[in-house]
């Protein structure tokens, strides 16, 4: 022991094992930031054990001298200085240990957190597929990209079109839980294997398939594989002259093959639908899939052009229902990102009439039915509603549909009513279980917990979908419209929205938030910069909202009053005969903006449907001040409604709930409407689309002398300082105003 202890072995031993505890520790963190896997950490755990022993000899054998290494036994007693030798490596120890409790602590207390709560993503997310899983047993499929043999580039469309339509035959059997196009497309030309493309799409079987036209002839090659088990269940190759006829008869019995395999019962009518050809002009439906086609990226200039298959696809068979169906749809996406679309109301209309004359048994045309309503009223609602019911029963496993009627609930009851919110989330949900990788339902699936104030759910659900998309515009136009609308950050907003703009710059969607951004923090001359911009790159929109503030400015609020006939006009003109003091014509042009508020048997619905400028309380301060009847029952109803889904919020969250402040004052409740704005303002909601104008509304005076009414104004006017000096600090490093703007 003690020729051991002189010798400074017990020395090396602890010096080695903290040096090796470190570099592992290290290592563990850093070899997976460059791809690693685990092999090059075992490779360096097993040369350290190897080390081990040799510098266990290697510390008793030799000994470090003043001229380097020599042999202990060489080095007579009276001059061996292991003794300064200990010295130093007790300090080499401590530095050592030091390091270790430093990266212990790093380790400990800003590593681990953030690997928490990463796991807990990862577990939340793999415990719902397991969930998915358990419940469809082994009904669940995932089709992938079906490979291309042709020898034209061009013909790549065909087969993802023969992909696309197997996957919508499968669609339609309510037995089967069928993954969406979007989120297995990514899967093409990947180097995962089965299993673990399975588990990410909470899959049991996958179909794959290649397609070769040559000619006259196609031929098609499908296999079905138990996914887990990495086991073929079955194969068929398909030889047949290219025509309409052999080409459906193909996807009837893949689809019928599919079902059978997996035990999934089919009703008469699915199978019915299973057998349907849908034209016979092998023309039109060429123009279709190359449509399709173009519709998948969602771009603008790919929608235009999606577009003209379509239309070429019904002059080559004017009875193709499913063409006239993506004519609509195509037209309609065109319009949701912002591009003016004539005739409009028309194509929907005709379309959804042609396609459902032709074929009553397609969901999406019921989509389209849904459409042409008028959702204002209740009894086309009601009929909407009926429509999109019809459309998920006869297309169950349709994402798209989902997604649709639940974005029809969203617009519909927009930001109040918490139960069908709520019932909306779960619509999402499913939608995401068929759809997981879609990033326009990830976009709204997060906006969704957003609006029900689960705000890091939501933050982490578009983040994960920026990690995963980096291209896709939704995602970031959407974290910006929170941080504008909700949080009052919007320095950052306005850096959100132009990274959306610069990937989608088509998109008006895209430009028009900005311009809000501008209105917000009060700073006019940039607003008109951005009004003339949109008014010359998109002609004929109405940014009438964006004329109110500039007009109200430099006018005043009889100058800016519109003298077109148009609802909006009508709306727009009640706020500023209001802020006039004019209640007879504010009560009046409310009116004619929408009359079902005279009719008190109408406010129910109107209570659900209207949350914003034209809410109920706003109604009811309208009747009140024009010295008409009904104003204080109707503001009963209304502050009961607010206040019952505000505390449903845990009273924090959304900034459409301003019209509950507004019933405070109407009611005379001051106190409680001093607690409100301030508690308003304190969660950032100043900035919501119409302060400028709710902050001028004559219903303030009672008020408006209070010492905590004007701490609420000048805290509002300091937010909009600090927000415009971080813009104009951050202007250099954000992208720039576009060159038509300066």
């Avoid at 009518?269 to 060429?286: I, M, Q, V, Y």
């Avoid at 609602?381 to 459309?391: L, T």
Wanted: proline share 4%.
């Amino acid at each position: 022991y003690r020729e051991l202890k002189r010798r400074n072995v017990f020395r090396v031993v602890i010096a080695y094992l903290a040096a090796s505890w470190l570099l592992i520790e290290v290592a563990e963190t850093i070899f997976p930031l460059y791809g690693f896997g685990d092999t090059p950490a075992r490779i360096l755990v097993t040369l350290l054990a190897i080390g081990f022993p040799l510098f266990l000899v290697f510390s008793w054998v030799f000994e470090i001298t003043p001229e380097g290494l020599k042999l202990e036994k060489d080095i007579k007693r009276e001059e061996s200085i292991t003794p300064q030798t200990g010295k130093k490596l007790d300090r080499i120890i401590i530095a050592l240990l030091a390091l270790a409790l430093g990266y212990f602590a790093f380790d400990k207390f800003i590593l681990d957190p953030v690997e928490d709560v990463e796991i807990a993503q990862r577990s939340h997310v793999e415990g719902r597929a397991d969930a998915v899983i358990e419940a469809y047993a082994d009904k669940s499929i995932a089709v992938l990209p079906f490979d291309s043999r042709s020898a034209l580039n061009d013909d790549a469309y065909f087969a993802d079109g023969m992909h696309d339509e197997i996957l919508t035959r499968l669609a339609g059997i309510a037995a089967l839980r069928v993954i969406s196009r979007s989120s297995v497309m990514p899967y093409r030309d990947t180097d995962k294997s089965l299993p673990e493309i399975a588990r990410e799409l909470a899959v049991v079987t996958v179909l794959e398939g290649a397609v070769q036209r040559a000619g006259d002839q196609v031929r098609i090659t499908v296999q079905l594989i138990d996914a887990p088990a990495d086991k073929h269940l079955w194969a068929e190759t398909y030889d047949r002259e290219l025509t309409t006829e052999n080409l459906f008869a193909i996807q009837s019995e893949v689809t019928s093959r599919i079902a059978e395999a997996l035990k999934a019962q089919l009703t008469p009518s699915e199978e019915t639908r299973l057998h349907d050809r849908p034209t016979a002009s092998l023309a039109a439906f060429n123009h279709y899939l190359r449509g399709r086609q173009l519709m998948a990226s969602r771009r603008t200039e790919d929608l235009r052009q999606a577009v003209t298959e379509f239309e070429q696809a019904v002059a080559a068979d004017p009875e193709y229902a499913q063409a006239w169906i993506q004519l609509a749809i195509s037209n309609d996406l065109l319009k949701y990102y912002g591009q003016a679309i004539p005739r409009y109301s028309e194509i929907i209309e005709e379309a959804a009439h042609k396609a459902l004359a032709l074929n009553d048994q397609l969901g999406e045309a019921y989509i389209l039915l849904a459409l042409t309503y008028d959702w204002d009223h209740s009894d086309e609602m009601e009929m909407a509603e009926a429509a999109f019911k019809r459309a998920i029963e006869l297309s169950p496993n349709s994402a798209q549909i989902l997604k649709e009627y639940a974005q029809f609930l969203t617009r519909l009851r927009w930001g109040v009513d918490w139960t069908l919110m709520e019932r909306t989330l779960d619509l999402y949900l499913r939608a995401a279980e068929l759809d997981p990788l879609s990033p326009v339902i990830q976009t709204l699936l997060g906006t969704n917990y957003l609006m029900l104030g689960r705000v890091d759910e939501g933050i982490e659900t578009l983040e994960r979908l920026i990690q995963r998309d980096s291209d896709f515009a939704g995602s970031y136009w959407t974290i910006g419209y929170f941080y504008h609308t909700v949080s009052g950050r919007l320095a950052e907003a306005l850096d959100w929205f132009r990274q959306a703009e610069q990937r989608d710059p088509e998109n008006f969607a895209t430009i028009w938030p900005q311009a809000h951004v501008f209105r917000s923090i009060g700073d006019l001359e940039t607003l008109v910069k951005y009004r003339d911009h949109i008014d010359k790159r998109f002609p004929g929109k109405d940014t009438s909202w964006l004329d109110l503030p500039i007009d109200l400015e430099q006018s005043g609020w009889q100058e800016a009053l519109r003298s077109d006939e148009s609802r909006r006009a009508w709306l727009i003109n009640s706020w500023l005969y209001l802020i006039g003091e004019d209640y007879e014509n504010a009560y009046e042009s409310f009116l004619r903006w929408e009359p079902r508020w005279s009719d008190p048997s109408q406010w129910p619905i109107l209570l659900r449907s209207d949350s914003k400028t034209h809410g109920a309380c706003f109604a009811a301060g309208l009747f009140i001040s024009a010295g008409q009847e009904g104003g204080y029952e109707l503001l009963v109803l209304a502050r009961e409604f607010l206040e019952v889904n505000y505390a449903r919020t845990g009273g924090t969250f959304f900034p459409s709930f301003w019209n509950l402040g507004l019933c405070y004052l109407l009611d005379g409740s001051h106190e409680n409407a001093l607690d409100f704005w301030e508690r308003y303002v304190d969660n950032g909601h100043w900035p919501f689309p119409h302060w400028f104008l709710v902050s001028r509304l004559p219903w303030w005076e009672p008020v408006r002398e209070h010492p905590r009414f004007i701490e609420v104004m000048n805290r509002v006017e300091q937010s909009k300082s600090e927000q415009r000096e971080l813009i104009r600090k951050t202007s250099v490093i954000l992208p720039a105003i576009p060159k038509a703007i300066d």
